[in-house]
């Protein structure tokens, strides 16, 4: 019987349709054929929230109980996912600012050794840093477990809404193979408390 991993995917981007969301869809697909493919199944129960949809709900907003139910509600997964995947358009050399907002609402507290796979989509190759510059160090204060790689894509390597880069797709699997002994420790854990980070402990002993 193979165990579920409450996911939760997060688009930054302020666009429909978006190159983010592709490259997110593409790390979705095959992480989820590769942990239904290990020794002990492993399925992805996934909720998707796009930046784009909250912009009215979130952009005038400072504080959490100012927020609408809708904004709320996708604040709620957030902050309890088992599992998070994060995927930010980069734009001059930074992450949109809204998506920063909408994890300035996020509770200090509650992703605490929260699994987060990283993802960014920019118009060049040297925007590849704000994932470690940036993205990694916002995770980070969350205290957060930041996966060891995270992914980075052009326009060269989405085209049509669909991944095109032969390089790409073997980073892409590259991620995916350093995910999954995470994601599989976490899903199998019994213990209730900082599940991530006791999946991890327990595997490393």
Same mark, same amino acid.
């Given at each position: ?10 688009? /930054?981007?302020? #666009? ?13 697909? !095959? ?5 239904? !493919? ?21 952009? &005038? ?25 994060? /995927? ?7 992450? &949109? /600012? ?9 509770? =200090?507290?509650?992703? =605490? /050794? ?19 510059? !940036?993205?990694?160090?916002?995770? #980070? ?8 790689? #995270? ?7 989405? =085209? ?20 999954? &002994? ?12 900082? &599940? ?10």
């Amino acid at each position: 019987m193979s165990r579920i991993l409450k996911t939760v995917i997060v688009n /930054g981007s302020l #666009g429909k349709p978006s190159r983010t969301r592709s490259l997110l869809d593409s790390l979705h697909l !095959q992480l989820g054929q590769a942990l239904g !493919q290990s020794a002990q199944a492993v399925r992805l129960d996934v909720r998707h929230i796009d930046l784009v949809d909250l912009v009215a709900d979130i952009g &005038p907003v400072l504080y959490k109980d100012a927020l609408s139910a809708a904004a709320r509600d996708a604040l709620e997964a957030i902050e309890t996912a088992d599992f998070l995947i994060v /995927g930010s358009p980069v734009f001059r050399g930074s992450l &949109p /600012g809204l998506l920063k907002h909408l994890f300035d609402l996020v509770d =200090q507290h509650a992703l =605490q /050794g929260t699994p987060v796979l990283l993802a960014a989509t920019g118009g060049s190759p040297r925007h590849s840093l704000v994932l470690d510059h !940036q993205l990694r160090p916002l995770f #980070g204060f969350f205290w957060a477990l930041t996966l060891p790689i #995270g992914v980075y894509a052009t326009p060269e390597d989405i =085209q049509g809404g669909v991944v095109v880069s032969e390089a790409l797709h073997k980073h892409i699997a590259l991620a995916v193979s350093l995910a999954v &002994p995470v994601l599989s420790a976490l899903a199998h854990s019994q213990r209730s408390s900082q &599940p991530a980070l006791h999946a991890l402990e327990r595997q490393a002993a």
